[in-house]
């Protein structure tokens, strides 16, 4: 094959910028959690489908959920990862697959959307730079989103949590928006607002990986304004999660990773 020709500089752009910083800071970052589910340390892998117990509280600071039970399927439908479903299909109701809120947590109603589905316009939100907003506004319409689920909510303690549900049609759509575009490794395709510039969470536990599930896990690097942001985007079936928390002074890892855990096995 010939050496490609020289050309100037191109001047950098919001995209050529995210990928000149993911590769020259964090080539050598991996962080695709994809593997060795069974058995987590929070203690709700390996359950039944509609057996998946919500967690105590205890003194490292997790929430303490709800009683969770997975959304039941149509009688004769696969699970999403099961071998026999190639599309990595959802065909229970997306809306029924949001984490809840914890106890003593402030619901977020304008999350709610109507009758459950969220504007595409209200996720890009969460993105301050227009030109992202178009960017992945356009992407998702191509590509075929058919709707979004959401649901946030406040701790006592200043914590805002975030769950963005993303279905498209089929699991290959998300694996390659996923690869190329939105969670690359080392830092996330597109910046949040509040948190310009995130880096891979080395920290996320082993336990929490999911067999079949993707996860990119950031935590918004030193400096960060008045408050910290975490967030992980999580490649399940044909869904695209975006798990977001951020909370005054440090956002406590230990809820965050508790939170995309759960979120991980509602999911799978």
Do not use: C
């Not at 010939?2 to 950098?12: D, F, N, Q, S, V």
């Not at 977020?108 to 993105?127: I, R």
């Not at 080395?202 to 918004?220: H, K, L």
């Amino acid at each position: 094959m010939p050496e490609p020709i020289a050309t100037p500089e191109p001047a950098l752009t919001p995209r050529n910028r995210r990928v000149l910083r993911a590769t020259l800071r964090w080539t050598a970052a991996v962080l695709t959690f994809a593997a060795f589910g069974a058995g987590t340390a929070y203690g709700i892998a390996g359950m039944e489908r509609t057996d998946v117990p919500g967690l105590a509280t205890v003194s490292d600071g997790r929430w303490v959920y709800p009683t969770l039970t997975k959304a039941p399927l149509p009688s004769g439908s696969p699970g999403p990862l099961a071998a026999e479903n190639k599309a990595g299909s959802h065909y229970a109701d997306l809306r029924a697959l949001v984490l809840p809120a914890p106890e003593g947590a402030t619901v977020d109603k304008a999350l709610s959307g109507t009758d459950g589905w969220l504007p595409t316009k209200d996720l890009l939100s969460e993105y301050p730079d227009k030109g992202d907003r178009e960017e992945l506004g356009k992407t998702f319409s191509e590509n075929g989103l058919r709707h979004i689920a959401a649901r946030g909510w406040t701790t006592p303690d200043g914590t805002r949590t975030r769950i963005y549900l993303l279905q498209f049609d089929t699991a290959a759509v998300v694996d390659d928006l996923f690869g190329k575009d939105i969670a690359p490794y080392g830092s996330p395709g597109y910046a949040l607002r509040d948190a310009p510039d995130s880096v891979s969470d080395e920290d996320f536990p082993d336990a929490a990986r999911i067999t079949d599930i993707t996860a990119s896990v950031y935590v918004e690097s030193k400096p960060y304004g008045r408050e910290q942001t975490r967030h992980a985007y999580l490649g399940a079936g044909d869904v695209l999660a975006l798990v977001v928390q951020s909370r005054k002074g440090t956002a406590n890892p230990v809820p965050f990773h508790q939170t995309v855990a759960l979120q991980e096995q509602l999911l799978g």
